[in-house]
Structure formats: structure tokens, C-alpha cells
């Protein structure tokens, strides 16, 4: 019987494996931050044990940090001592350090990408779900806990029992003005918010075939949304030559070695999976959230579900739902009003998704009811904004660009979505507060938020293209 | 070190479903750098008006002085969105030992486990019953037996079997975690690394 991809690496990170007992898995590359991982280096501390693999281990301050002045150091207090927490333990621990301004500074998720450390076959966890992301390189990655974080400290590996295998196959040509976003925001709608528990996904079929590396990234990043551990993309050569060239892939022979074994990553015709779900390209349209989790999404065009068209024993969560969000059941959403406009996170703030925005709202302005903050995944994706002219696009337009960050996606720093204000943004959870206390979100793609920036109201961009 | 072998506790019913992360413990709380002094934020927004600690919100179960213990029982999915640990260490630091849904996140799972909270997975109708049965009084009391894997609703006598890996069984009743399995393991895992890496 052949073997799934997720078999294929898994398998070959298996340290040690006892009946009854979870498998000790071996880490190729861990990533942490500032906010999941002071308790784990205080555990080493009591332990009295040192970091296991300083050069496996990879850290960025991102999830709390302003995204304005960020040469001055950071007002909050709380969040200053976090940050101040993380370098200090970086250095007394051996750990290279991406800290606020450094040049390689940015989103835990979007930086190893970026540089070249995510690399297909790998295995990667971070004290973040959305570790999800680096699945489209071919890698088996996923979020884990500060405790689990401190193991791999401790021992480059952690316990786990081999997950489920999904597949979801897309098929099919996408309609103008829908992109990657909405292919995931879709699926989740589809299987629910927990349909993907136990499983980790793997995507495959013609229209994820076509799509770049960043259009991936998002698809993965997103798949711990349906309660999936992670998920993951056959590598492919779009992915070969979105690595080659990057500060730390691998150079000369070594990158021949590498190149042959990434050949060999890809599920074999005959692997079997234990769920298998199909999805035709052509039945999307560009998506948006009306409640308070992922899975509550629809086409732009669509109407909120009607109260009676919940199953019964639903209802009081869709009711709470949309009582947090002020909206009634059965209306559409096209013409509400939004007040912000965000930008950012490590779902959609790289360079394509800020050219994407740029090529719309080139020549166009803001509405006045509105605030939009874009906020890049990484200083490298600000400088190339700023190098190819986008800021000056975005200046013209009234949209604010700052420095990289998590931001508004979870409102640890001061960029907070006031309560009862409506936001529509590019990042991956409409939780209750998740923007800030008592905030309103609509999840949407990039270039839905770029028309909702420009009309003030939510749009069906496919009238602007 | 902390053990855990039988409860048998009151508990207090949540009934919500798809409680996420973000709800037990918003990311503006996660600011500190210690495991402790989580409890008091513990579903911060729905337990206060405004963010206003002076107003409790009496609607939410945490705020009725009806409702304690160390059981928390809630709908389904529970623990869903981020992997933050701190919505463990704010259910454990607010006191609670053990968690009742009909379905729990992966990660969230995992959380509770590695601090000594367990998650206890009931069939939709036993969870129903708990409802019921805590609506219908308070002060019923529910015992959870880790060693039989045995959850019972002491008052009607009604019980179920539940699940958990007998790993994580071992750790939770002798008081050990991951890190000192993983440690006893050292050698295999440099083993691994020569060759290969
Ligand atoms: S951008 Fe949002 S989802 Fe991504 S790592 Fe930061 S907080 Fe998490």
C-alpha cells in the first residue's frame, strides 16, 4: 500500500515509538515568540537544563509589539517586559533573535518562510496554531503549548500520536475576483469550524496546483480554522523556485541533495486516506464571515441564514452569534457599513497580498467613514512595498503603512477594533473580542477588504474589476 | 507535585458551545510571564460589563453564587482557535480540575493535560443529563474517576465510560509529564540527530 505524504514524513521523524506511548518526534525547526514562551525557559530554569538545538531554534518578537515608532522603545509596560523577557532569555540561552527592527523582523509565520528556513520534508512547531501555515512548503507543522514548547527546548522533540489523514481535493478554474482566501473560507463554511478535528489535511488537485506559494500559504494557514492539527501541499516547482535563492535555503550541493529528496515528497496514487472531500473551483465566490467563528462564512452575495434554516439544537449559539455581531438573521450583507479596514496577519499581509491591494487601489481613494491600517507580515515585505512604490499607492489612498506586526488580528498591542465597531480584515478569527473588547469582525480576502476600504460598505468587488 | 486519581465535586454548567480560546482567556491578558494569576481573567469579557470589574454580570454562571466546584461542564467543542496554554492555566489557576464536553480541540486537549486539568469527552446525552440535572439542583455532585475512567451524576446514579490515552493516564496519576519521559530519552534522540541530520 503506498503511502501519503503525511506518512512519509511523519514516519522518518520518529525517534523512538513504544506500543501505548506516543511517538517522541523529532523537530526540524522551532519557531517562538515573545508571548509562549517565558514560561517555557523558566521550566528549563528549575530544570537546570540548557536548549537543546540553539541552531533549530528560531525567534521573533511579533504578537504584542507596537506598529508604530518601533525604533522607540515600547510604551506598554506589560508588553515591554515580555519582549525585554524574550531577549534576555534568547541571549542567555544561545538563541539567534529577529527582534523588533531587526531587517529579518516580522511574523513568527511569515519570516520563515520568507527566509528560507521552512524547507519541504521538515517537520516545525511554534507556540502559535497558525504553524498550520508552513504546511505549504511540504512540511508537517503545527501549533503546540508553552509545555510543549518547553519540551522541545529541552529535547528538539515532542510527544504526539500520528493524526488522521484528510484529504480535500479542489478541482476546477477560479472565478474573476476570488482568490486563495476564499477557497479556504469556503471549505470552512462547508465542513464547519471542527469538521477538520483529528486530521491533518492535505490539499491537493488542479486549482491548488496553480496557485503561488503565498495564495498556499493562506490555504494552510487557515486549516486549523475547521480544527485541523495542520495542513500541507505536495511541494512542486512553484515551490522550488519560491525557495531557491533564499538567505538560508540550502546552496550549491547541497541544494541538488535537497532538490532530489523533495521529489520524492508527495502522496503515492495509491495512499489511502481516512476522509476524503471534493470541492469544485468554480462554485466560489468571494466570501465573507457573519458570525463569530470561521466557519460561519458565506458568498459575498448570499443572505445570513435564516433562524429556522438552523439545525434546532444550533440555534442558540447562531442566535448569540449574531447578537455579539448586531446583525439579524435572513438579510444580506452587501451595503453594510464597516468602520476599519484591516490589512495584516500571518494569513494575508505578504508582499502579493499588499500588491493585490496596491493594483486595486491604485487611482482610488478611501471612503471617509473609514479607518484602514495595513500592516505588512515583515520588515523585508514593508521594504519591498516601499521599494516597488506601494506606499506611495497606499498614501494616496488614505491607507496608513506600518511597521510588521500581529497587530490588529489579536489586539495585544494598541491596535484595537473599539467595541461595537465594525472591521473587516484579512486575518483568520472572528472570535467575540477577538480585535479587541466587544469588537465586530468580517473575515474577507484581501481584495474584498480593499473594495470595502474604497466604498466604505461591503462590496461585491467583482463590480470594481 | 500534583496528582489526580478521583474528584468528586458540584460543578458549574456553561452552556455554550464552540467556547474558544480567546473567550477563557483574551490575548490581552497574556502578557505575563509566569503560569500564575490567570484565574481572575478567566472568561474575562463575558464575566464583566465593559471590562468593569466592579460590574460582574449577572447572567454569567461564574458570577451566580449557586453554581461551584471543580468541574466545569460545557458544550460542544470546547477550546477551539488558539493554542494558548494560558486558557489552562486560567481554568487551573481559577480552580477548576476537571472539564466536561462532548468535544474538545486538539490542542486545547493537550493543554489541559500537561497541567494536570482533565478533559473529560461525554456523549452528547450523558451531557444533557448533567444539564438537566444541575438545572433541576445546584448542589448535585459529580465524581470523576480517573483510575476507572468513570464519570457519574452522583444524585441520579447515571454514568458513563470515557476515554484517555494510557500515557497520559500514567502521567496524570503518578504526577509526571512529557519532559521527563522525553529527557529519559536523550540518547536516542542524539542518536537520531547524527544520523539523521
Ligand atoms: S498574525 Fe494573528 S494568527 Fe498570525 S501569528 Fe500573529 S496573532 Fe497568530
Redesign the pocket.
Known amino acids: 500500500m503506498g503511502q501519503t505524504l503525511i506518512d512519509k514524513i511523519w514516519d522518518s521523524h520518529v525517534v523512538y515509538s513504544k506500543p501505548g506511548y506516543p511517538d517522541a518526534f523529532y523537530i526540524d525547526a522551532h519557531f517562538i515568540h515573545e508571548v509562549t514562551s517565558p514560561q517555557a525557559f523558566d521550566g528549563l530554569r528549575k530544570r537546570n537544563i540548557p536548549v537543546f538545538n540553539t541552531k533549530r531554534t528560531h525567534a521573533t518578537a ?2 504584542n509589539i507596537p506598529t508604530l515608532n518601533q525604533h522607540l522603545p515600547i510604551k506598554e509596560e506589560l508588553s515591554r517586559r515580555q519582549v525585554e523577557m524574550l531577549t534576555k532569555n534568547c541571549k542567555e540561552y544561545g538563541i539567534e533573535l529577529y527582534g523588533m527592527g531587526h531587517p529579518f523582523n516580522g ?3 511569515i519570516i520563515g518562510p520568507e527566509l528560507g528556513i521552512t524547507l519541504p520534508g521538515m517537520t516545525i512547531v511554534c507556540g ?3 504553524t498550520s501555515t508552513h504546511g505549504a512548503f511540504g512540511t508537517i507543522g503545527f501549533g503546540i503549548g508553552t509545555s510543549q514548547v518547553e519540551q522541545v527546548l529541552a529535547t528538539q522533540c515532542i510527544l504526539q500520536y500520528k493524526p488522521k489523514k484528510m484529504k480535500i481535493e479542489i478541482n476546477g478554474k477560479l472565478k474573476k475576483g476570488v482568490v486563495s482566501k476564499d477557497i479556504i473560507l469556503y471549505i470552512i463554511s462547508k465542513i464547519t469550524a471542527s469538521g477538520g478535528t483529528g486530521y491533518f489535511v492535505e490539499y491537493a488537485g488542479e486549482t491548488i496546483r496553480n496557485l503561488s506559494m503565498e495564495a498556499r500559504m493562506t490555504i494552510c494557514n487557515m486549516s486549523i480554522e475547521m480544527g485541523a492539527r495542520g495542513g500541507l501541499i505536495a511541494p512542486d516547482e512553484i515551490t522550488f523556485d519560491y525557495i531557491k535563492g533564499r538567505k538560508f535555503a540550502p546552496q550549491g550541493d547541497d541544494w541538488d541533495k535537497a532538490l532530489a529528496y523533495w521529489k520524492t515528497l508527495h502522496s503515492d496514487p495509491d495512499a489511502v486516506f481516512d476522509k476524503v472531500l471534493q470541492f469544485d473551483a468554480a462554485d466560489i465566490e468571494p466570501m465573507i464571515t457573519y458570525g463569530t467563528n470561521p466557519g460561519m462564512g458565506m458568498g459575498i452575495t448570499k443572505r445570513i441564514p435564516s433562524l429556522g434554516d438552523i439545525d434546532e439544537h444550533d440555534r442558540k449559539s447562531f442566535k448569540k452569534a449574531l447578537d455579539y455581531m448586531a446583525l439579524e438573521d435572513g438579510i444580506p450583507l452587501l451595503g453594510k457599513p464597516v468602520d476599519y479596514v484591516f490589512f ?4 494575508n ?1 505578504r508582499i502579493e497580498d499588499l500588491r493585490m491591494v496596491a493594483s486595486f487601489v491604485k487611482g482610488r481613494k478611501k471612503a471617509d467613514n473609514v479607518q484602514v491600517w495595513v500592516i505588512p507580515g515583515s520588515k523585508q515585505v514593508e521594504k519591498q512595498a516601499r521599494e516597488e512604490g506601494i506606499d506611495t499607492i497606499f498614501e494616496a489612498a488614505g491607507f496608513q503603512l506600518r511597521g510588521p506586526g ?1 497587530s490588529a ?2 489586539g495585544m498591542n494598541e491596535d484595537k477594533i473599539p467595541a461595537g465597531k465594525y472591521c473587516i480584515s484579512t ?3 472572528n472570535f467575540e473580542g477577538r480585535q479587541g473588547p466587544g469588537a465586530r469582525t468580517f473575515l474577507a480576502s484581501p481584495l474584498t477588504a480593499a473594495a470595502a476600504a474604497i466604498t466604505g460598505k461591503i462590496t461585491d468587488v467583482r463590480e470594481y474589476l | 507535585m500534583q496528582t489526580f486519581q478521583k474528584i468528586i465535586s458540584t460543578v458549574v454548567p456553561l452552556s455554550i458551545e464552540n467556547i474558544d480560546t480567546d473567550q477563557i482567556i483574551p490575548a490581552r491578558f497574556l502578557k505575563a510571564t509566569t503560569r500564575e494569576g490567570f484565574g481572575k481573567n478567566l472568561f474575562r469579557d463575558w464575566r464583566y460589563e465593559n471590562n468593569d470589574e466592579n460590574k460582574p454580570r449577572k447572567d454569567f454562571v461564574l458570577n451566580n453564587p449557586l453554581y461551584k466546584g471543580e468541574i466545569l461542564v460545557a458544550e460542544k467543542n470546547f477550546g477551539c482557535g ?1 493554542s494558548r496554554e494560558h486558557a489552562a492555566w486560567a481554568l487551573a489557576d481559577y480552580g477548576f480540575r476537571v472539564v466536561v464536553s462532548s468535544f474538545f480541540a486538539d490542542i486545547f486537549k493537550n493543554n489541559a493535560l500537561n497541567n494536570f486539568i482533565l478533559p473529560v469527552t461525554v456523549s452528547d446525552k450523558f451531557l444533557e443529563q448533567i444539564f438537566d440535572e444541575v438545572q433541576k439542583n445546584p448542589k448535585i455532585e459529580v465524581e470523576v474517576d480517573l483510575l476507572e475512567q468513570t464519570i457519574k451524576i452522583l444524585s441520579s446514579g447515571q454514568s458513563e465510560q470515557f476515554e484517555i490515552n494510557p500515557y497520559k493516564k500514567e502521567c496524570l496519576i503518578n504526577g509526571y509529564d512529557d519532559i521527563d519521559y522525553l529527557l529519559s530519552l536523550k540518547n536516542k534522540i542524539e542518536e537520531y540527530e547524527t544520523i539523521n541530520h
Open positions: 511579533d504578537h511574523i513568527v509565520h502559535d496554531s497558525h495584516g496577519s500571518c494569513t499581509a500581529c488580528c489579536l486575518s483568520n478569527r | 488558539s
